[in-house]
């Protein structure tokens, strides 16, 4: 079979040439810098930004179970962090700005440099122009400023930790929301953390925004120009629809962000007032207050929550089309309703856009306004319900084979479902009253942005590892991996909805103090609380260790993993058709020609229980890709499917 | 594998379900008129939830289960999907979750576009890093103008009260918050440095305070007791302990509390925080 896929390939490889015009046809760099520092190739660029994510992660991760220890054990003494952070933590105890810079530095690092990152800069880049037919994206040096502009904003937000303008804090102590006016005149009311770490906080985000910008443009070009013949938008494979809308609203969201970030700046250095309102007082009469005037703090809110809402889905829409791309592989059965999954994807981005101030119904906005924001939320619900129904429709009647992407994949359904259908609470005005800043929200947000979308990469690493570096990531240990993660990350958040409830706020550094050895409740309403605190502490650290089984995982098998084929799992997708890892130009020279949609596993009659998307149908072999009659399924929804 | 997963999925979804019918780790008792009709929300919210969550998970977990691959060379059902269903599924959640969204809208309609009512008691709320400034207007009514030029924490001026207006002589400037059960508030909030949010769990509500704003919002309290503030916005370092307290008081002791000028309020608030303790049940 794959003699003829070849030969008919070269008989079209002149003609689908001219489909790729915006190709540049490098040559394979020799140098180590031009190779994998300042690399051009979209695969190297991958493979940086999953590198780069990966440090992040890590640090966002040691500075969560930092918080944790702190919320379930205040007042210890941790000799440790004493030697480390004399200021932050003297003796060793944690101080109240301390852990808010954890909590913002925590929130940042994960929202911009890994759940932005890794699936779409990382995954997206390496395999978005493999799975079109492309050997590179449209604009290869453009993709190569991307990354390394990512990377500077990574090493000044890092650089916020050291050089946060007060000893006693590992970074600003803002939020990742930052609101002014404490972003804006923290400083001048004292508050620790508020110095030259919140100015690097606001210009790392602002080079990240160009960056994400970049980037977009990117994608977006290479989706539209650069599919290789026979591959209409219906025939791609999900993942490229999930990374082309997250493209979409990139594009349309940073540019507000980095718009309001720079104007915060201005507020913060050159004495604008776009965001601090007159008449502020820190009780002594300071003048440097005296300067502003007319500017609005719920104006900043908004600002932010249009980029910060669709940002929601910039970090989950690639983790869904993760998931159904490996459910349907691992199902062996073609996905459910294709069509549907693309329209629902389309409108969770659309809507996505209209729904930013159910962030604020408490913030001051004019409550019809809420209102109006409301109805459109819950509407958010239907499209994503919609892929829920698909996933499982996708899995009725499968043959599911348990591999470690598999699994992580399943545990992505789960865990949406769990964190998404919170929103439903969330998303009413009336409901919210009481639940806004509280863990109930911090649960629902993890659930879905955080856990389910690092699930989505989880089984994406998993899944693409062997095509990426030529090796097989363990799968024991891929499972050892999966199970005290899936059980850690539920013990972790399902209580969290019950200390919401109870009314446990948000950006607490402590709930409890220490006195005379007594736990002794700051609020007698949390007076439930604890126990549930302590659980909570005790999972995040366990679902903490085993990551490390990961990170041996990943070390481990680049360089003993066990070698793998060009198509290990028996897939259909083009990535599957070339080399293991795949050649500079990504198909040898050869340009792929599609025949049919991404996902026909278990096709009946056909020799295998799969058909690549290469694979012509023997009636048509000298027949125009997209013309002849193929093998009908039963069902609907199959559009492009043959 | 498929089977232990199964399970857990299962075990999970049953646990969760536990812990929202526990009853250990619910909402302090509602004190408010709204209370009752939020709460009455909530419970109806929560069980389309629950429902819809442990339906998907069940049926995650039996997919799972049953449809795993036995190694028997059998093939997958070959389907694309049924437009039919996806009609049916995408018209419940719709008529569902907006069915959800505009009953979720009364309480919001209630506290936010119902004006107070006339015979509401009115206290001016002024947060501050990180303290609680409640202001009542005395026996005339009316609140003392305030210029935040005056404010100064060295002598206890904390909202800038100007003592050359004469409606500010009777003012009484304390950081517990004073309502009178069974008859309507209304708050005016707004803060001096930086964002802040009014959080009294029995409530059911809370509303951020806004430098450069006044944001009014009103309830009637119900039962008489203590019941603690927090902040619920990151204001700073010591936000977690932003903490005051709220009175609800019978009629006779709060009429009598808020017509005391400013020392003696402040010495008999100190008398009803000992009477009241605070007390959930």
């Not at chain 1, 180590?32 to 979209?42: A, E, G, L, V």
């Not at chain 1, 026979?230 to 791609?236: A, D, F, K």
């Not at chain 1, 993890?446 to 690092?454: D, E, F, S, T």
Request: charged share 10%; glycine share 10%; proline share 6%.
């Amino acid at each position: 079979m794959a003699e003829a896929e070849v030969t008919h390939q070269e008989a079209h490889a002149a003609e689908a040439h001219a489909h790729a015009p915006g190709v540049h046809h490098h040559a394979p760099p020799s140098g180590f810098i031009r190779k994998y520092i300042f690399s051009i190739d979209h695969k190297v660029i991958g493979i940086q930004y999953l590198l780069l994510a990966l440090v992040s992660v890590f640090v966002g991760l040691v500075m969560s179970v930092l918080m944790r220890m702190n919320l379930t054990w205040p007042g210890t003494e941790w000799p440790i962090l004493g030697t480390l952070f004399p200021d932050g933590a003297p003796n060793g105890v944690m101080s109240p700005e301390f852990y808010l810079s954890l909590v913002t530095m925590h929130g940042t690092i994960m929202v911009f440099f890994v759940l932005t990152t890794a699936p779409q800069g990382g995954f997206g880049n390496y395999f978005l122009p493999i799975q079109i037919g492309a050997d590179d994206m449209a604009f290869p040096y453009l993709n190569m400023l991307s990354f390394w502009v990512t990377f500077v904003g990574l090493v000044v937000i890092l650089a916020a930790i050291f050089a946060s303008g007060s000893p006693s804090t590992v970074g600003p102590t803002g939020g990742w929301t930052g609101y002014p006016p404490l972003s804006a005149v923290g400083d001048i009311l004292n508050v620790p953390g508020q110095g030259m770490g919140m100015n690097l906080w606001i210009i790392s985000i602002a080079i990240f925004c160009v960056a994400s910008l970049l980037g977009a443009l990117n994608f977006i070009v290479t989706l539209l120009n650069l599919r290789t013949r026979g591959m209409s938008l219906m025939r791609m494979p999900l993942t490229c629809w999930a990374w082309f809308t997250t493209a979409i609203l990139a594009l349309l969201s940073f540019p507000v962000l980095l718009a309001a970030g720079i104007l915060l700046l201005l507020d913060r250095t050159a004495g604008t007032s776009f965001f601090v309102p007159g008449g502020l007082s820190n009780g002594s009469g300071i003048e440097a207050l005296k300067t502003y005037s007319g500017g609005s703090p719920i104006l900043w809110q908004h600002l932010f929550w249009f980029f910060g809402h669709p940002e929601v889905y910039i970090a989950i829409l690639p983790g869904m089309g993760a998931t159904s791309h490996i459910l349907s592989t691992f199902a062996r059965k073609p996905v459910f309703g294709y069509r549907a999954m693309v329209f629902a994807m389309f409108a969770i981005g659309l809507l996505g856009f209209f729904v930013w101030g159910h962030h604020m119904f408490i913030s001051g906005m004019s409550p019809y306004t809420g209102f109006a924001f409301s109805i459109l939320t819950l509407s958010i619900g239907v499209p994503s319900a919609i892929k829920t129904f698909n996933w499982l429709g996708t899995l009725w009647g499968a043959r599911i084979r348990f591999t470690t992407p598999m699994l992580f994949a399943i545990g992505f359904v789960s865990l949406f479902v769990a964190g998404g259908i919170t929103g439903l609470v969330l998303g009413q005005t009336s409901l919210d009253l009481s639940m806004h800043d509280t863990y109930f929200v911090l649960a629902h947000f993890h659930l879905v942005m955080g856990v389910a979308a690092i699930f989505g990469m989880f089984a994406g690493m998993y899944f693409w590892f062997p095509k990426m570096f030529g090796r097989m990531m363990s799968e024991r240990l891929g499972k050892i991996h999966f199970w005290p993660t899936m059980i850690g990350v539920y013990g972790i958040f399902i209580p969290m909805h019950a200390m919401g409830i109870v009314g446990m706020p948000r950006r607490y550094s402590q709930f409890h103090e220490v006195i005379n050895g007594q736990e002794v409740m700051i609020y007698e309403f949390l007076r439930t609380t604890p126990g549930l605190v302590k659980f909570v502490t005790w999972s995040a650290i366990v679902t903490a260790l085993a990551q490390l089984i990961f990170l041996f995982n990943f070390v481990y098998s680049i360089f003993r993993g066990e070698r793998a084929s060009d198509n290990p799992w028996d897939a259909t997708t083009l990535e599957w058709t070339t080399a293991t890892p795949p050649p500079h130009d990504n198909f040898g020279g050869q340009v792929p020609v599609v025949y049919r949609g991404a996902y026909e596993y278990s096709v009946p009659g056909a020799p295998q229980d799969f058909v690549m998307q290469t694979t012509p149908d023997e009636t048509e072999a000298n027949a125009p890709p997209d013309g002849a009659a193929g093998v009908q399924g039963q069902g609907d929804g199959g559009n492009g499917h043959r | 594998m498929g089977r232990a997963l199964a399970v857990f999925i299962w075990v999970m979804t049953i646990l969760s379900v536990w812990m929202f019918l526990d009853g250990r780790w619910w909402f302090p008792k509602s004190i408010t008129e709204h209370g009752p009709a939020y709460d009455q929300q909530f419970v109806l919210t929560i069980v389309v939830v629950g429902v819809a969550f442990a339906a998907a998970q069940v049926a995650l977990g039996y997919a799972v289960w049953r449809f795993r691959d036995t190694g028997d060379g059998s093939r997958a059902v070959y389907s694309h999907g049924n437009n039919r269903m996806e009609i049916l599924w995408t018209a419940i959640t719709a008529v569902v979750f907006i069915t959800v969204a505009v009953l979720g809208q009364r309480v919001w309609a209630g506290l936010h576009f119902e004006p107070a009512p006339p015979d509401s008691n009115h206290v001016r709320v002024v947060a501050q890093q990180f303290q609680w400034n409640f202001h009542y207007a005395g026996p005339d009514g009316k609140f003392g103008r305030t210029d935040p030029a005056k404010i100064s924490d060295e002598s206890l001026n904390f909202i800038g009260l100007d003592s050359a207006d004469p409606a500010a002589a009777d003012d009484a400037v304390v950081a517990t918050l004073v309502t009178q059960a069974g008859r309507p508030v209304e708050l005016n909030l707004t803060a001096r440095d930086v964002t802040h949010s009014l959080w009294v769990p029995p409530l059911r509500f809370k509303q951020d305070l806004v430098p450069g704003l006044d944001i009014k919002v009103h309830f009637k309290p119900l039962q008489v007791g203590q019941y603690e503030i927090a902040c619920a916005e990151l204001c700073g370092q010591q936000h977690y302990k932003m903490k005051s307290f709220m009175l609800v008081l019978p009629e006779d002791e709060h009429r009598q509390l808020t017509s005391l000028p400013q020392a003696q309020f402040q010495a008999q608030v100190t008398q009803l925080l000992k009477k009241y303790p605070v007390k959930y049940d």
